[in-house]
Nanobody, 122 residues
Framework: QVQLVESGGGLVQAGGSLRLSCAASGRTVSSTAMGWFRQAPGKEREFVAA????????YYADSVKGRFTISRDNAENTVYLQMNSLKPEDTAVYYC???????????????WGQGTQVTVSS
């Protein structure tokens, strides 16, 4: 079993930056794809970014491409999401996921975190 704990969320002004972290425990996730998803109030959960096990291949939703960067540290069993140029529409609860299978933009992940709130004020 894998436990995922997100951190780094908070309140930021539009144009600002945040860095989310997701620490995995219980089992190593270094051999699996990991991803970030988000869910805004009244909306369905949506894909944000994913990273393959070595970190060499990444995927992004069009809405965040060029602003967000996903990375991972397999030695630390941690995945990150650097979010720059934040917009009010980025406001959501952000979830980390591990154990992903293609397509990585879908809900094909075995483990999910509890989420961290990101609020971007205008």
């Amino acid at each position: 079993q894998v436990q995922l704990v997100e951190s780094g969320g908070g309140l930021v002004q539009a144009g600002g930056s945040l860095r989310l972290s997701c620490a995995a425990s219980g089992r190593t996730v270094s051999s699996t794809a990991m991803g970030w998803f988000r869910q805004a109030p009244g909306k369905e959960r949506e894909f944000v970014a994913a990273i393959r096990r070595t970190g060499a291949i990444t995927y992004y939703a069009d809405s965040v491409k060029g602003r967000f960067t996903i990375s991972r540290d397999n030695a630390e069993n941690t995945v990150y999401l650097q979010m720059n140029s934040l917009k009010p529409e980025d406001t959501a609860v952000y979830y980390c996921a591990a154990g992903g299978r293609p397509p990585y933009s879908g809900n094909n992940y075995d483990y999910w975190g509890q989420g961290t709130q990101v609020t971007v004020s205008s």
